[in-house]
């Protein structure tokens, strides 16, 4: 499949009569009224970082031959955004070290100059950012998620096993010449970086960049203690209350993060707490993984194997109909919990494999 760049996009003159497009599929809404419109695709399970709540240190990645091909990918997200997807984030792993990646944000870029999609956007260690960031712009990239959990050398090393801070803080740098809106992640860990996250959010904020903090979820084994790594946000919020003044906003961006405004700063806040509150009741998002699969809930492990159905037949009817049967699967909410007995992840998978 050949892929459209946005200068074939434009339409022709409009002709004196203009015959109506016939309908399209219908929107995607699971059991429970909820329309999907948020689609996030693992592009790859692949990473150049080893960050100590994500993954192992001595991974073993899927075979190449087992991944989507990048048409592959443009064809399913397509599909997804002829039933209402609306938003679409490229995930990993670390989604800029995938081979030809670009190519495949050039292609998706034809859904924002058709008006069918909103917003696609990019959640990134940031080490590849300065290579990428004013490509990504010229593709329709507006806004994108850097992972940094601390701004010292020696903990930001310690946390990825091998990242280079000045590396990540250039990639953002080039990200912010470029026009693109940055937020910065931020994994709350007990005892690494617990008592340094007020000093990334001031730094944020002075840079322009909001923070969201995120509690460390309990995805696949990674030669770590969950229980040692735990620090519910409950706890973060708190002492960060003690030296600023936090305002309830109803600011969204579409996750699962809530915010607040921090007076002293100016800036906004994001909490994501998957285990000591739980945000499924608004849930509008599905995961698709670099082989085809779609995750339905990010907790569960019920999964639907688009990879066959996309390669069986040219026709996307099969594809369609494979959408409806999973979506109606779609539970209410997720199953988080760190298991205090067998200190095992509530989910086997790697959030690599999933997406961030």
């Known amino acids: ?29 699971d059991p429970f009224g909820r329309a999907i419109t948020y689609l996030r695709v693992s592009v790859t399970d692949r990473c150049d970082l080893r960050c100590v709540y994500c993954m192992s240190e001595h991974m073993t990645f899927l075979p190449r031959a087992d991944l989507l091909s990048l048409e592959e990918l443009d064809r399913l997200c397509s599909a997804f955004v002829a039933r209402g997807t609306r938003k679409l984030r490229i995930t990993g792993g670390e989604p800029l070290v995938r081979r030809g990646i670009m190519t495949l944000f050039r292609a998706l870029s034809r859904h924002l100059v058709t008006g069918a999609l909103d917003e696609m956007t990019v959640t990134t260690n940031g080490s590849q950012l300065e290579k990428y960031a004013a490509e990504l712009a010229a593709c329709g990239v507006r806004r994108i998620n850097v992972s940094l959990d601390t701004l010292d050398p020696k903990t930001f090393r310690d946390i990825t096993r091998w990242g280079d801070l000045a590396q990540v803080k250039a990639g953002i740098a080039a990200a912010q010449r470029a026009g693109l809106k940055v937020k910065i992640n931020a994994v709350a860990l007990k005892g690494v970086n617990e008592h340094a996250l007020a000093d990334l959010m001031v730094w944020a904020h002075g840079e322009g960049m909001d923070l969201t903090i995120i509690e460390v979820m309990p995805l696949g084994e990674i030669g770590e203690d969950r229980l040692d790594q735990y620090l519910p946000l409950s706890t973060v919020r708190a002492r960060l209350a003690e ?68 390669r069986a037949s040219p026709d996307d009817a099969q594809l369609h109909a494979a959408l409806d049967e999973a979506i109606r699967r779609k539970p209410k909410g997720h199953d988080f919990v760190i298991d205090r007995t067998t200190k095992r992840p509530a989910v086997a998978r790697h959030m690599s494999v999933t997406g961030g």
Request: with cysteine.
């Open 243 to 310: 030296r600023f003044t936090l305002t309830e906003t109803d600011y969204r961006t579409g996750g699962p993060a809530r915010y607040v405004r921090v007076a002293e700063t100016g800036g906004r806040l994001g909490f994501i707490t998957p285990l000591t509150h739980n945000f499924c009741e608004s849930c509008n998002r599905v995961r698709l993984t670099c082989t085809g699969t779609l995750f339905m809930c990010l907790g569960q492990e019920d999964a639907a194997d688009l990879r066959a159905v996309l």
């Open 1 to 29: 499949m050949a892929f459209e760049t946005a200068s074939t996009l434009a339409e022709p003159p409009a002709s004196p009569v203009r015959a109506e497009a016939p309908p399209g599929p219908p929107a995607l809404v």
